[in-house]
DNA sequence: GGTTAGCACTTAGACATGACGAGTGCTAAC
DNA sequence: GTTAGCACTCGTCATGTCTAAGTGCTAACC
C-alpha cells in the first residue's frame, strides 16, 4: 500500500466529494481518475484512510466522506491554490479601484468575495494602533454637550457627543481644542492613554473638569477605534448551501450576527503571518460553526486586519483560498503602505 | 349564515394557523373557541370564507388556512392590537436610554425589536431634510488630499477624501474652512447644492478651483446623508421560522442585503401616517418576499424614517404591531422632537 | 331561513414490505 | 502489494395498506 497513492486517494475523495455533494465510493472513483489500480486496491487504502480518521462512512455501504482531519491533511499537504483566471483578477482590480473612501472599500471587498467564491465573506476593519491624531474637533451642541470629532490620518472619524458637566462658551471650547490639538497632533492613537493627562494638567484651572471629560471622551473614541468591527456581505449564500448543514443554518447565523464571536475567531486566526489559514469544522472554537469552515488572512500594513470567507466543511477550499488571497493582495496595495 | 361569526371564525383559523402552524379544520376549531355552534356550521361559514378567498386548503382533506386576503382581513378589521406587557415597556425604555449616539441608538434598536418579536428587525436612517449644518472641517492629508467632515445638528456625521485639483497649504485650507463654515452654517442639508455656488463665488480666484472641488465634495455629503440607509438584525431568527419559508429563506435573505429593495419598499409603506402599515406576502413588490410580510412604521420628526419587522407571513401580526408601535414611540421621543 | 346530524368520500401521512443497487470487507489467488 | 470474486449490509425507492382528519352534501330539524 503505496502512501502517496493514498493521499491521492484523499484529494481524488475530497474534490469528488465538493463536487457531487454525494458520499464517493471506491469504483466510481477509478472510473473518474485513472489511478492505475482497481477498485479493491483502493478499498483497501480507503480503510486505511478511515483507520486514520481522515475519512469516514456516513452508513455501512455508503461511500466515504472526509472528516474535519481529512480535510485538514487536504489544506495541508495536498492541494494547490488554484491561481484565478485573468478575468477574475480583472474584475477585482476594477472593482476595488473606483473608491477613495475606507467604508465603501471594505463594503465592495465583501460583496466582490461573497460573489466570487459564493459564500459569506466577512472583513475587519483595519487595526489602527499605528493611526496617529489627525486632527481633533469639538462641537458645541447644547451648553454641556460637546460633539467631539477624532480624525485619524487613515482617514477614520470617530465621533460621539459628550457631557462636560460645565456650561462652556463657543470661545472657552475653542481654547480646549486648540490646547488638544496641539499637544495631540501626530500622536499615536494607542499612545492617547498616557498623553492625555499632560493636557488636562496644561489646562486652565476653570476648565479643568471639562477638559476632563473631554480627555475621557477622546480616550473612548481612540479605543472605540481600536475596538474592531466588521462588514459582512453574502449571507443569502448560506440559505443556497443549505443542504450542507444538516442541522441548519441558525446558528451559523447567529454567530455572524454576533459580530464578537467572528472577530475573536479571526484574530486567534492570526498564526500564519503569509499565506492564507483555514479553520475547519469543529476546530472552529464556536460550536455553531462546527460545521463550518473559515478561510482567511491578513491585510494591509503588517496583515493585522483579517479579511475572509465562510462556508460549509464541505467547500471547494483551492478555489477559495486563492479568492481569499488575491482579494486580500489588492486591498493592501489599495490601503497603501 | 351570520356575517359576524364568518369573521369570529376567520379570526379564530388565523389564531390558530399562526399558533399551531398546522391547517385547522372546523372540529378542532368548535373545541378550541366556544363559538356555541356545531362544526357543520363552522364548515358553510368555512366554504363561504374559502369562496371569498380568504381561506384556501392545502389539500381536499385538510383544515383551511388563511390567505393573504384573509390575514390582510384580519389586520384591517379584526385583530386589536395587542398592548406590550409592563416587563416589555421597561425593557425598551432601559436599553434604549443608555445611549446619544444615532448610530447607537439606531443598533439598539433594531436589536431589541427582532428580540421582542422573534423576527428581523429594520431600522432606517432618519432623512435629514431637516438637519442644519452644524460645522464643516476639511483637513490637509497631502497636499491634494482633503480629507472634508460634514457634521449635522441631528449629531450625524459624514466624511470623505477629496481630491482638490491644486495643491493648498495648511493656510489655504483653513481660509477656505473659514469661509464656508461662516456661509453655510445652518443651512439645510436639503438647500446646500442652491447655496454652495456663492460661496464659491465669493472666494479668492486663485483657490476657486480647490473650492469648487470642495463644494462638489460637500453636495456629495450632504446627499450622502439624504441618501438613505438601514440597520438590520436577527436574521438568525429567519432560520428558525425556515419551516414558513416553504421555498427557502435564500430570496428572503436576498432581499434584505440588497438594502435597496427593502427601502424601497419600506418608504412605499408611507401611506397611513398614524399607526402601523403592513404588507402581506404578495402584496410586497419584490417577488422574494411573496411569503413574508413586513410590519412597519414612521418615526421621528414627520415619521419620515422608517423602523419595521419582516417575517413569515405566518406571524403574530397584533403583538408584531404592538411591539414595532412601541419602540417607534420611544425612538421618536428619544431623537426628540 | 339558518342550523344540525350523519354519512360517503378524499387524501396526507405513517407504516410495512420487498426488490434493487451501491458499496463494503474479506479471502484466496496472483 | 495487488486483484478478482463473493457474501453481506444498508439506504432508497416503489408499492401497498391503513388510519385519522377533514370535507361536502343531503335530509331532517327548529
Not at 102 to 121: G, M, P, Y
Not at 229 to 250: C, E, K, Y
Amino acid at each position: 500500500m503505496s502512501e502517496p497513492r493514498k493521499l491521492e486517494v484523499l484529494r481524488a475523495i475530497v474534490e469528488d466529494y465538493v463536487h457531487s455533494r454525494e458520499p464517493v465510493g471506491s469504483k466510481a472513483l477509478v472510473e473518474r481518475h485513472h489511478l492505475g489500480v482497481s477498485s479493491a486496491t483502493i478499498r483497501n487504502d480507503m480503510a486505511a484512510l478511515e483507520d486514520e480518521g481522515l475519512i469516514t462512512a456516513p452508513h455501512t455501504s455508503a461511500g466515504r466522506i472526509p472528516t474535519d482531519k481529512g480535510y485538514r491533511l487536504f489544506v495541508d499537504q495536498i492541494s494547490a491554490v488554484k491561481p484565478l483566471s485573468q478575468a477574475e483578477r480583472r474584475a477585482i482590480q476594477n472593482l476595488l479601484e473606483g473608491s477613495e473612501d475606507l467604508d465603501d472599500v471594505l463594503e465592495r471587498t465583501v460583496r466582490l468575495l461573497s460573489q466570487l467564491t459564493n459564500q459569506v465573506a466577512v472583513v475587519q476593519y483595519p487595526h489602527l494602533s499605528r493611526a496617529m491624531v489627525r486632527h481633533i474637533e469639538f462641537v458645541l451642541l447644547a451648553p454641556r454637550q460637546v460633539l467631539t470629532v477624532l480624525i485619524a490620518d487613515t482617514g477614520k472619524v470617530e465621533q460621539r457627543v459628550i457631557d462636560v458637566g460645565q456650561e462652556l462658551g463657543d470661545d472657552a471650547l475653542a481654547g480646549l481644542r486648540t490646547l488638544f490639538l496641539k499637544s495631540l497632533a501626530g500622536t499615536r492613537l494607542s499612545l492617547l492613554p498616557q498623553a492625555l493627562p499632560a493636557v488636562v494638567a496644561a489646562c486652565e484651572p476653570s476648565l479643568r473638569h471639562a477638559a476632563q471629560s473631554l480627555a475621557r471622551g477622546l480616550d473612548a473614541l481612540a479605543s472605540s477605534t481600536r475596538e474592531e468591527r466588521m462588514v459582512m456581505a453574502g449571507t443569502a449564500n448560506l440559505a443556497r448551501s443549505n443542504v450542507d448543514f444538516p442541522l441548519s443554518i441558525g446558528p451559523v447565523l447567529e454567530a455572524l450576527e454576533e459580530q464578537v464571536v467572528m472577530l475573536r475567531l479571526l484574530s486567534e486566526m492570526a498564526q500564519d503571518p503569509r499565506g492564507v489559514t483555514v479553520s475547519i469544522g469543529r476546530e472552529n472554537p464556536y460550536d455553531g460553526l462546527a460545521e463550518a469552515s473559515v478561510v482567511a488572512t491578513g491585510y494591509g500594513p503588517g496583515s493585522s486586519a483579517k479579511v475572509g470567507v465562510l462556508g460549509p466543511t464541505r467547500m471547494d477550499y483551492p478555489t477559495t483560498m486563492a479568492a481569499v488571497r488575491a482579494v486580500a493582495r489588492y486591498l493592501s496595495r489599495i490601503l497603501g503602505p
